[in-house]
């Protein structure tokens, strides 16, 4: 997993994110988590992990995975985002 970071000292830059890459978001440490997902072409969403639930409730509809993570990084400074191997690795992370 490689964290995508706000600073000069990226491991990864918002630029050089793709829509077939896996992405994550942890909203405050420890807190609710969101996997960027593929809802048609060109659309993607995210699923979130509310409590006890999975919900979409909350999460916006954008055209590419770069767009929905600068949006999230823009939302508030405790705002993680990450891009990881593979999907496995991001499902991991998403359920601990």
């Known amino acids: 997993m490689k964290r995508i970071l706000r600073t000069e000292e990226r491991e990864i830059s918002l630029n050089d994110i793709q829509d077939n890459q896996a992405i994550g978001i942890e909203w405050e440490l420890g807190g609710n988590k969101t996997i960027i997902i593929r809802v048609k072409q060109s659309e993607f969403t995210g699923l979130c992990n509310e409590s006890s639930y999975l919900s979409i409730e909350y999460s916006w509809v954008t055209s ?33």
Not at 64 to 76: D, P, S
């Open 64 to 96: 590419t995975k770069q767009e929905y993570v600068e949006r999230a990084l823009k939302q508030r400074k405790e705002v993680s985002a990450f891009v990881f191997e593979d999907t496995k690795e991001l499902l991991k992370w998403f359920s601990n």
